[in-house]
Nanobody, 123 residues
């Protein structure tokens, strides 16, 4: 089973950028799909973006379109989420998930989750 570890979160001012990383231990991501979700207290996890290893095709949730970019570096077994033009409402814990989901935005279809990384955007 792939274990994934997130990093790259932090505090940034509105309008700034952050790059999150999701690194796979062991044998890498293989043919899995890697997704990013985020969660704020009292709310359900929200789909941000995903990428299929087999095709390297990115998919984005509404919150990410036009501002975030997901990309995979197979040599480093790492998936990146580049977040630009950050807004205070992007403040959340961001999670990396790995699995073979049929529906990319449904968190229950992913098998492995990281511990999350906090992103805080100040106004």
């Amino acid at each position: 089973q792939v274990q994934n570890i997130e990093s790259g979160g932090g505090l940034v001012q509105a309008g700034g950028s952050l790059r999150l990383s999701c690194s796979a231990s062991g044998r890498g991501f293989g043919s899995y799909t890697i997704g990013w979700f985020r969660q704020t207290p009292g709310k359900e996890r929200e789909f941000v973006a995903a990428i299929r290893s087999s095709s390297n095709s990115p998919y984005y949730g509404d919150v990410a379109k036009g501002r975030f970019t997901i990309a995979m570096d197979n040599a480093k077994n790492t998936v990146y989420l580049q977040m630009n033009s950050l807004k205070p409402e992007d403040t959340a814990v961001y999670y990396c998930a790995v699995g073979s989901p049929e529906h990319l935005a449904i968190q229950g279809e992913y098998d492995s989750w990281g511990q999350g990384t906090q992103v805080t955007v100040s106004s």
